[in-house]
Each structure stands twice: as C-alpha cells, then as structure tokens.
C-alpha cells in the first residue's frame, strides 16, 4: 500500500482523490460479489489512502502537500455524484458510501461531515436519489450528534441562506420518501423548541408539514421497511419522527409564548405570520394522531401489537419534565390558554397511543408521570380511564376502551333486557289477586252555567325578562 501512496503523493489532489475512489470501487465491489453476506470492512490503509486524499487529513507532518482549492473540491463532489449515479448495484453504492462518510472516531471525521454535507446539498440541488438512498441509511446508522449536523447544513442551504429554494428541497420527497422520513426525524431533534434559536423556522415548519399531510404515511416508511434490532444502537435517532413531531405539537403553544419574538416585522410581531404557524401545528397534531392509527393496523398485521412499544417511555418522560418547565416558566395569568392548549394536545396523544398500542403504560405510571402538571380535565380523563395493560404470559393483546362519561339508559331495544328477561326467578310465583268489585254508577254532574265574556285587556309592552325560564344556564 505505500507504493501506492508515494504514487499518488506525485499527482495533484483532484487526480489522486479520484485515483482512491476507483481503488475503493474495485476492491470492496470485488470483495462483496466473491463472498455475499456481512458487509466487507475496511483495512486500516485503505482508510488512511481515503482520509488523505479524498479528505485532505494528512498522514505525515514532513510531506507538505497542496490542498484542492474550491474549484477541484466541486468538481470531486460532481464526480462522486456521477459515480453514485452511474453504479446500478445498490449494495456496492452502500458500501462504498459507509466506506467515505462512516464515522471513525478521530479528527478526519470534521473534514468528512463538511463534504457529506455538500454532496448531499447538491445531491437535493439536482436530485440524484442514490445518494439520498445512501444518505438515508448513514441517518439510521449514525449518532444523532452527527445526524443533527447534515441536517443543519441542508437547513442553512435552503431554509436561510435562499430561502426561495426551499421549494427544491420540498420537492425531493417524491423522489426520495425515506430520506425525508429521515430528515423530519433529525430535524426534529435538532429543533426541540428548548430555546428561540432551536424552534423551527416557519419555511421548515410548512414543508413538514405540506409532506405529512400529503401522505402520513411517510412517517412510517422507515419504520416498516426496515428490520427492528433487539434494541437500538446508542445515540441513534427515533426509529420513527412520531416522538419528534409530538414534541413539536405539545410544545408550540408554550414555546411561541415564552417571551419570544420569533416574527419581527419593523419592530412589531407579524401576527398574520404568527396565525399561520398556529394553524401549521394544529394541522400537524390531527396528523400525528392519523399515523398512530395506521400504526395499530401495521402492528396488528405483524403481531407486535402490546409487545413493541414504538414511543419510548424515557422519551415520553422526558417530554413531560419539559412541558413542565415551560409552564413554571410562564405567567399562569397571561399563557393560560397556551397552557390548556399545551396539556390539551399531551392528553389527546397519549390517549391515542395508548389505545392503539403505541405506547406501553401503566395507569400508576401514568399518574405519576403527569403528576406535576396543572390540571387539566382532558388529561384528568386520560389518567381515570382504563390503559394499555401488558398482556399477562405473552397473551395477545387486548386494547381497553374508554368507557362513556354518562351511561345511557336502558332501551327497551337493548339486548340487556332480553337477558334480564330470561333470568329465571328462585322465588315462588306471587298468588293471583282477586278481582276487585264494580264502583256503583255515579249520577251526572248538573250543567254548568256561562260564564259573562271579559272585557278586553289593554294593550302593553312585551317585556321578555317577565317570562319565566326554568333552566339554569350552562357557565
């Protein structure tokens, strides 16, 4: 390997990184067509070749090299979009992918995040879907840190710096739908609404949710098509946004309360602006709520309904804790509809998950959980009623239903009375009574005589608050 490291040390940077990546393609694509199955590694100066010349960490202090300037940066960045383009096996893509961009836990991995942030910016810029497939997987695959990083580069480039071209990147989801179920799950922990700065900008906020509302089944895309771990590797993002988006839900009203100026227009808040991100989040909660149903079908169907909890119950706490913050934080006097609005939308979606087996709870957990949080006579429900149970020795699931505040009253078309009817009574039958004796003929009454016909009454006012009203008004 070092011959032909002192080889490429000879070229100039643009020919020698394009010298490594067709070393890479012959032998990883070799080295996985000869034996199929676990994905071929790489060896330690194979890495080196890469680092040093695709990423410009250099490997040796005494050999001073020149660094592609920007020109030959783009044009390696449009070579390696033609050759992710080019290459017709998937699995060759993806390895060759993870082999540039895999993170290796030392200071090459800075050099490598700035160029996968580009190549991906310019794979949305002119759609080259492989390489969002493959950008796709190193999401799942990588720390959410890291994951949190490309997201923030594809929203500076086409949410803030032109932001007219959030268009282009709206409208990849067409052609690539589980890079952007990746993408709403990262941009989801990268905008946790924790501060101002970390609250989504409204450009985002509507191209989530124009994608969501189009069809909420992207939400689940990775979900489904993807083969569950045991467990999750550390650090990873959710396996679904659901988490992400509740957070977003729960958390808006309060957030956008908190003293903020999100929306300033000549020093004034642009309320137009601020009404429709109100409705932006509304839309989205009716959203989330959607996808937990679908999800019920999808875990029905694979018999994981009660048995995988697809919210985590750390998550759930931790969601909670911050809600609870927010609202020490506020004036109860001056953020009350914010805050109702707030425990409103908890209640709703943990009602929902919880019925449709999304969410694994107890009711003392539950209980405890809200414990803390104002009253509300949604949530107060929510925690009264019956939950999810876990089934007793691996039974099937059985979801509980939420019984009716006010009982309705029996029917003489219930089948309860048929039941009732044909219970048979341990007690003697009740002796016939005897039959009552006639009433003697009363004689007529005497004809009554008329009375004189009154006197017309004058005419007055019609005073409505004369009337009686026997009803107590509903306060």
């Known amino acids: 390997m070092s011959d032909i490291r002192h080889a490429l040390l000879r070229r100039d940077p643009l020919s020698a990184a394009k010298e490594v990546l067709y070393h890479l393609d012959i032998s990883l694509g070799s080295a996985l067509q000869s034996a199929p199955g676990p994905t071929p590694g790489l060896d330690k100066s194979t890495v080196d070749l890469v680092e040093e010349f695709i990423f410009q960490v250099p490997k040796d202090r005494s050999t001073q090299r020149k ?29 060759i992918f993870s082999a540039l961009f895999g993170l290796q836990g030392n200071k090459a991995d800075e050099n490598r995040m700035a160029m996968l942030g580009k190549l991906v910016s ?8 492989p390489i969002l497939e493959c950008a ?51 941009v989801t922990a990268l905008y946790d609404l924790s501060s101002d700065e970390l609250t989504p900008p409204p450009a ?20 489904i098509n993807t083969p569950l771990p045991s467990s999750l590797p550390i650090g990873c993002l959710e396996v679904t946004p659901l988490m992400g988006l509740l957070r977003w839900c729960v958390k808006a009203p309060l957030a956008y309360q908190r003293g903020r100026k999100p929306m300033l227009t000549n020093g004034h808040v642009d ?16 959203s989330v709520l959607q996808v937990f149903l679908m999800l019920q079908v999808h875990l029905t169907e694979q018999n994981l309904l009660g048995r995988l909890a697809v919210l985590q119950a750390e998550s759930v706490a931790v969601l909670v804790e911050e809600v609870s913050r927010l609202v020490d934080e506020l004036n109860p006097l001056h953020a009350a509809n914010e805050i109702q609005l707030a425990l409103d939308r908890l209640a709703q979606a943990l009602q929902v998950a919880m019925a449709t087996g999304a969410l694994l709870f107890t009711r003392d957990d539950l209980r405890t959980l809200c414990s803390r949080l104002p009253h509300n006579n949604l949530l107060q429900l929510v925690m009264s009623g019956p939950v999810v149970q876990p089934p007793p020795h691996g039974g099937p699931f059985q979801p509980s239903l939420y019984p009716y505040i006010h009982p309705a009253r029996p029917s003489p078309l219930s089948p309860h009375t048929t039941h009732q009817a044909a219970l048979s009574s341990p007690h003697a039958a009740h002796p016939a ?43």
């Open 136 to 186: 796709a997987t190193w999401l799942q695959r990588s720390h959410s840190a890291w994951c949190v990083r490309l997201a923030r580069v594809l929203v500076d480039d086409y949410c803030t710096l032109v932001p007219c071209s959030i268009s282009t990147l709206q409208n990849i989801c067409s052609a690539s739908p589980r890079f952007c179920c990746q993408l709403i799950t990262a």
């Open 122 to 129: 310019m794979a949305v810029a002119v759609c080259r879907v």
């Open 271 to 286: 309320t137009e602006r601020l009404g429709e991100c109100k409705e932006l989040y509304s839309k989205l909660h009716l």
């Open 67 to 95: 660094r592609m300037s920007c020109v030959q940066e783009l044009q390696l960045l449009e070579i390696m979009c033609s050759y992710f383009q080019e290459q017709s096996k998937d699995a060759i893509r993806q390895v």
């Open 204 to 223: 985002l906020l509507e191209m989530v949710v124009g994608w969501i509302t189009e069809d909420p089944r992207l939400l689940l895309l990775t979900f």
């Open 433 to 475: 009574l005897s039959p009552l004796s006639t009433h003697p003929v009363l004689s007529p009454h005497r004809p009554l005589t008329p009375h004189t016909a009154h006197s017309p009454l004058p005419p007055h006012a019609f005073h409505p608050a004369a009337m009686a009203f026997p009803y107590r008004p509903i306060r």
